[in-house]
Structure formats: structure tokens, C-alpha cells
Nanobody, 119 residues
Framework: QVQLVESGGGLVQPGGSLRLSCAAS????????MGWYRQAPGKQRELVAA???????NYADSVKGRFTISRDNAKKTAYLQMNGLKPEDTAVYYC?????????????WGQGTQVTVSS
């Protein structure tokens, strides 16, 4: 069984920084991609950043230059470094992983971690 466990959310003042972590565990053969999504109250879930196996990245326009996605393959952990946080970044952040496991291919989600940017 695959699990994605996020950590690192919290309350931060505008202009501050946070680093989110997403640790994958279970019978994982291959991590094809990992990414971060967010969902603010009353809004649809949106892609924040994604990192493919080959190293290519994709960022939402609203976070380019402020957020950085990275991954530690040995630890099967993805990170989202968030700098220059703004109130509009407030949302629940979800980790997503595209994996090959014992039972085949699947897309998995973490439980979400709250990020609140407020003075």
C-alpha cells in the first residue's frame, strides 16, 4: 500500500518562507513524477509545481520565481520551498505522485497540509 505523508505547513507572515515535504512509502518501483497542488476555500484545486523523473519542472505562473520543487530520490521525498509568501498563497497543499507499484501504475494523493499566510 502506498502512502504520501506531507509535513511543513503552518502559519507564516507575508514575505516569509516555508518548506513542505512529501514522503512516499510502500511498494514503489518507480516514481514517474511528483507534484504539489493547492486548494483555497471556494476554489478548484490547482497545480502549483511538478517535477518529472527526468528532471523537468512545471510551475504555476503565480509562483514562478518564488517556489522551488525538488526531490530526494533515495528518500522518495519531494519538497516545495516557498519563499516570498503572499496571502493569496493560503490554501491546503496536497502532494501528488505518479508511481509504478506492485499492482501497476497509479496516481496517489497525500492528506494535505494547511498553509496560511497572514499578518
Amino acid at each position: 500500500q502506498v502512502q504520501l505523508v506531507e509535513s511543513g505547513g503552518g502559519l507564516v507572515q507575508p514575505g516569509g518562507s516555508l518548506r513542505l515535504s512529501c514522503a512516499a512509502s510502500g511498494s514503489i518501483f518507480r516514481i514517474n513524477a511528483m507534484g504539489w497542488y493547492r486548494q483555497a476555500p471556494g476554489k478548484q484545486r490547482e497545480l502549483v509545481a511538478a517535477l518529472k523523473r527526468g528532471g523537468s519542472t512545471n510551475y504555476a505562473d503565480s509562483v514562478k520565481g518564488r517556489f522551488t520543487i525538488s526531490r530526494d530520490n533515495a528518500k522518495k521525498t519531494a519538497y516545495l520551498q516557498m519563499n516570498g509568501l503572499k496571502p493569496e498563497d493560503t490554501a491546503v497543499y496536497y502532494c501528488n505522485a505518479d508511481l509504478n507499484t506492485l499492482t501497476g501504475w497509479g496516481a496517489y494523493w497525500g492528506q494535505g497540509t494547511q498553509v496560511t499566510v497572514s499578518s
